[in-house]
């Protein structure tokens, strides 16, 4: 399995799950050129899935990745923490050679990413 939900994030996913109406639905986790550092995560939801996308299923939730951003997020955890601010979605990845201050870009080994604005 290339990345692991955490109880609140997998929680707060099927919370979300329920505002959608497509029949097929798909958390699609990747990773995209930007930031700061040059790479920045992407999460969110997805109604197609594509011939280079990598399914698995996590506690009923059907998840997808771009096999290519698979060695680059293999083993991330993804988090939800509410704090009196809010709440957000946490990613603890270990290949992640670099994070950049705002914590929303970072660097991966062989990847050079596209830097730009956090």
Partial sequence: MAINLS?????????????????????RFGVKGGGCSGLSYK?????????????????????IIAEMDVPIIE????????NMMGGGFTIENPNAIVSCGCGSSFKAPGVEGQPGNC
Avoid: H
Wanted: proline share 2%; aromatic share 10%; net charge negative.
């Fill in 75 to 82: 083993g991330t955890t993804i988090d939800f923490k509410q």
């Fill in 43 to 63: 999460l969110g939801f997805d109604y197609d899935k594509k011939e280079t996308d990598r399914e698995f299923e996590q506690n009923g939730i059907p998840i």
């Fill in 7 to 27: 109880e609140a994030a997998n929680l707060q996913v099927k919370e979300m799950l329920k505002d959608e109406t497509a029949e097929e639905v798909y958390l």
